[in-house]
């Protein structure tokens, strides 16, 4: 089953500054207001109120505050932290019993308690429903959950899987009460019932209005009476103009570097507009069709790697609001290493380009095509690939070219092997290597692209699994990119910059900026 909507939408992308910074505190300065409520805009959907169901940027930002997961990620960290839960551990050696025990005094926000019988509903009911657009593909090492009392939940997993804590720390994780979703199928009333900080009020396709959940049990301190998010749907004009006049409070993922640039420049010192950059582990990739006549053949991806300048689109496309990526495993995750910049170096080589052409027996200059979708990944992709097509045929070894397709009928074309090279970004489920690895090498690839290497598959991703302790799989990982760099089914081009766009008065937006990805309403206060 294909992961369909944790793609990100839009490229987390702004102009940032130190000089920026200024009028974004912490929640803890003077002018904190427990009794404001903050409006944020984005320009993501929210696709899906129902967690089995949602896998995409804008919804896992609605589970992640209206829902609990037994554990979650505190600010600044990736080790998962107990919040439903009052403790989880692994019982076996071999890290495939994990157990729960709950929180005592748990109840969801319609009043109903929460107990272990609400756990396995939850999980039973995701993987039952096995929605294409659901998270339950992650979960596929969960056999069953068993319920020894009301406190306890015990997960027994087909095979070793020491990321199953950080796989029910993300969104898709959050619990429902077993009485108000059907067992079968999905809930359509766009409502949501969880047990998180916050409610959801109301929802329709313009706004989603949230307020504090007076019976929430867990770790977040809330510094707002409310939050009201404001959905643009793709339009980055509108939540520009809804920014500077003061209809939005925050702005969170969706303008663009030029928009963030005009901000900048008239805004006055008594409105006062800032930027603030926080850590991300979005990627973006180059994939290649191992099995397409032209790029099948590995001299040309080779030759691709050695002219590709990440620097340049970087600075031409992406006005430095991005870093380039030489690695499969984001810079910030466990397992990060340069392996494409010491296979490929840094700076574009002609020479060693045609080299890698010649000894794969290409003579001639090689045709290529290459395929975007500006409504899926932003209207810069089409930009990047220009220039990447640019890039390639000043080489004088390429005739490249780019063409632009709508991303239902991308992702048809790619699942039918039409493309030989295309773009794919990555927004994590959670911050651990495994997520920048098996979905790509492992069984079930998502990246559609044919490719299978046995020492990844059957030697490296199960060992990797199989290690509770996350830091010891540095090594592996680093095989495993080594692997990756050499065969080059995929070509890792930037690390996105996560932001946020503020007024002034409104604080402790860097502290729901993270490698988690998770956007955390409770965090963020504003002066009255």
Not at 87 to 95: I, L, R, S, V, Y
Not at 272 to 291: C, D, P, R, T, Y
Not at 303 to 322: F, G, S
Request: aromatic share 10%.
């Amino acid at each position: 089953m294909k992961r369909h909507h944790r793609w990100p939408v839009l490229p987390a992308l702004a102009a940032l500054s130190a000089g920026l910074l200024a009028g974004c505190g912490t929640g803890e300065e003077a002018g904190d207001n427990a009794d404001s409520t903050v409006v944020v805009g984005m320009t993501d959907d929210v696709l899906a109120t129902d967690p089995a169901s949602g896998y995409d940027p804008g919804s896992w930002l609605l589970f992640n505050n209206v829902f609990q997961s037994l554990l979650s990620f505190p600010r600044g960290g990736i080790e998962p932290k107990p919040e439903a839960a009052e403790e989880c551990h692994f019982t076996d050696a071999h890290t495939q019993v994990f157990e729960c025990t709950l929180r005592d005094g748990l109840e969801f926000s319609n009043g109903d308690p929460f107990t272990s019988e609400d756990v396995k509903f939850t999980f039973d009911r995701m993987l039952k429903i096995n929605d294409p657009s659901g998270p339950a593909v992650m979960f596929a090492s969960l056999d069953k959950i068993e319920t020894p009392d009301e406190k306890t939940a015990v997960f027994k997993l087909k095979f070793p899987d020491a990321t199953f804590p950080s796989k029910i720390a993300s969104g898709a994780g959050s619990i429902v009460p077993r009485g108000e979703y059907p067992a079968d199928k999905l809930r359509e009333d766009g409502e949501a019932v969880g047990s998180g900080p916050y409610q959801l009020d109301s929802f329709d396709e313009d706004k989603a209005v949230f307020s504090l959940n007076a019976g929430y049990k867990g770790t977040a301190e809330t510094r707002n009476a409310g939050v009201t998010l404001k959905l643009f749907r793709g339009d980055r004009a509108a939540l520009k103009t809804a920014l500077t006049e003061g209809e939005v409070d925050v702005a969170y993922r969706g303008l663009a570097a030029s928009d963030i640039a005009d901000i900048e420049q008239n805004s006055t010192g008594d409105e006062e507009i800032s930027v603030l950059e926080g850590n991300s582990a979005e990627v973006q990739h180059l994939v290649f069709n191992v099995k397409d006549p032209v790029v099948g053949n590995v001299g040309v991806r080779k030759a691709i790697a050695y002219l590709l300048d990440r620097e340049a689109l970087i600075d031409k496309v992406y006005e430095q609001t991005a870093t380039p990526l030489y690695s499969i495993v984001p810079a910030g995750i466990t397992g990060h290493n340069t392996a494409f910049f010491d296979t490929y170096g840094g700076k574009p080589s002609k020479t060693a380009a045609a080299q890698a052409l010649t000894e794969a027996g290409v003579t001639d200059k090689v045709k290529l095509t290459l395929w975007s979708t500006p409504d899926r990944y932003g209207p810069s992709t089409d930009d990047e690939f220009e220039a990447i097509a640019e890039q390639l045929n000043s080489s004088g070894l390429f005739d490249a070219q780019v063409k632009s397709v709508k991303f239902d009928q991308y992702e048809k074309d790619i699942a039918d092997g039409k493309y030989g090279v295309y773009v794919k970004g990555w927004v994590p489920d959670y911050p651990d290597p495994e997520n920048f690895t098996g979905p790509f090498f492992g069984e079930g690839n998502v990246l559609g692209n044919n490719y299978e290497n046995k020492t990844i598959t059957e030697d490296l991703v199960p060992a990797t699994a199989a290690q509770r302790e996350r830091s010891a799989t540095a090594n592996d990982y680093g095989e495993l990119q080594d692997i990756v760099a050499e065969e080059l089914p995929i070509l890792p081009v930037w690390q996105a910059k996560q932001y946020a766009v503020v007024r002034d008065g409104v604080y402790g937006l860097e502290k729901c900026l993270d490698a988690s990805t998770v956007f955390r309403f409770w965090e963020i206060s504003k002066s009255s």
